[in-house]
């Protein structure tokens, strides 16, 4: 089965690293993502620009509109995501437990599906 690992960062959480810190953390999460795409368990792993450069879209009574930024200021913000394959919940939690991010963000684990597959 897939799940979607979300990594939610309190916005000051990395920005209050060091240059020397920052760099560490990335090489220790490529490290993480080539161990997972070498047990044949990674399916996608990508980090997310800051909240300031996303756009909204919503469509009402067939007109849609475009926004800057997110959607609501919240403490919070989804800073990358990770697919990957496990047997189940508890192996998928193991998984992102081991995940050097999560000393620094709340890391939302969740099974995922495609909408062409029957319940």
């Known amino acids: 089965?897939?799940?979607?690992?979300?990594?939610?960062?309190?916005?000051?959480?990395?920005?209050?690293?060091?240059?020397?810190?920052?760099?560490?953390?990335?090489?220790?999460?490529?490290?993480?993502?080539?161990?997972?795409?070498?047990?044949?368990?990674?399916?996608?792993?990508?980090?997310?620009?800051a909240p300031a450069t996303a756009r909204t879209v919503r469509v009402s009574d067939g007109k849609f509109s475009i926004t800057d930024g997110p959607f609501a200021e919240i403490k919070e913000v989804l800073g990358?995501?990770?697919?990957f394959k496990a047997e189940n919940m508890d192996e998928a939690l193991r998984i992102a437990s081991r995940s050097p991010l999560a000393r620094f963000a709340a890391l939302e684990v969740r099974p995922a599906y495609s909408i062409s597959e029957e319940d």
Request: glycine share 6%; hydrophobic share 45%; with cysteine.
């Open 1 to 49: 089965m897939n799940y979607l690992c979300q990594i939610w960062f309190e916005n000051s959480a990395i920005d209050d690293l060091s240059a020397e810190e920052q760099q560490k953390l990335t090489e220790d999460c490529r490290v993480y993502d080539d161990g997972l795409a070498a047990s044949g368990q990674l399916i996608l792993a990508q980090a997310l620009r």
């Open 80 to 83: 990358g995501i990770i697919l």
